[in-house]
């Protein structure tokens, strides 16, 4: 029963130091999304893979990179971590299909100091 | 542009007591669907509620209840009988396109939501 899962939960980096957040779904899920939440301005789209070996630009692609490793996984990478990345990332997937919604992952806080 | 709007940064309502969180929303697509999230304290995201663009009625699921007026562009989320555990953030989010292509979704700044004793 895990639905999206994140890891890592927590992380603390440097001013350009590099990480990749890694995002599993084992729901079957064609489309995968990431998203990052800052107070005051909701969620904005990241990247996001409508199926596997597809990549799209969403709101805020800067400084991101992502890899839609195969259908079920899609990570995503900060090559040269800065502060204005400080921030909670969700990912998120759904199957397309009835109402589409999007099933989330519990989250992952990362501080960029 | 903002393609979806929430204008109520933070809203209180008396336990028991209905409550309507306001949502527009902005596109030239003519199949989109409408979603509304609860985030609680604990920070998980929960999907409430469903309206598609082409549903002749407006959708409800128990207290939930979304107003759709298509024509103002506006979904409401209307939480009947109001209780404690509904204290948290709501967001507004939209996906343009039928579902079965990965479409962009995008989400309103969101509004938090004090129930009181």
């Known amino acids: 029963n895990a639905g999206v899962t994140q890891t890592p939960k927590f992380q603390v980096l440097k001013t350009g130091q590099s990480m990749t957040l890694q995002c599993a779904q084992d729901?079957?899920?064609?489309?995968m999304y990431w998203y990052r939440q800052d107070p005051g301005m909701g969620l904005r789209l990241i990247y996001y893979s409508a199926s596997e070996g597809t990549t799209d630009k969403g709101e805020v692609p800067n400084g991101y990179n992502v890899s839609r490793l195969n259908k079920r996984e899609f990570s995503l990478r900060l090559e040269s971590a800065a502060p204005s990345q400080t921030s909670v990332y969700f990912c998120?997937?759904?199957?397309?299909?009835?109402?589409?919604?999007?099933?989330f992952g519990e989250g992952s806080r990362l501080t960029v100091l | 542009a903002q393609k979806i709007t929430q204008t109520q940064p933070g809203m209180f309502v008396q336990e028991k007591e209905a409550v309507t969180l306001d949502c527009t929303y902005d596109t030239s697509d003519p199949s989109y669907g409408l979603f509304w999230y609860k985030q609680p304290s604990s920070g998980e995201m929960i999907f409430l509620i469903y309206q598609g663009s082409y549903d002749q009625q407006n959708a409800t699921e128990g207290r939930y209840s979304l107003n759709f007026q298509k024509a103002r562009k506006s979904a409401n989320l209307v939480i009947s009988a109001s209780q404690l555990g509904d204290s948290a953030m709501y967001f507004c989010a939209m996906r343009e396109g039928p579902g079965n292509y990965g479409q962009n979704f995008v989400f309103g700044p969101g509004t938090r939501l004090s129930v009181l004793p």
């Open positions: 998120a997937s759904t199957s397309g299909s009835g109402m589409g919604e999007l099933f």
């Open positions: 729901m079957n899920h064609n489309s």
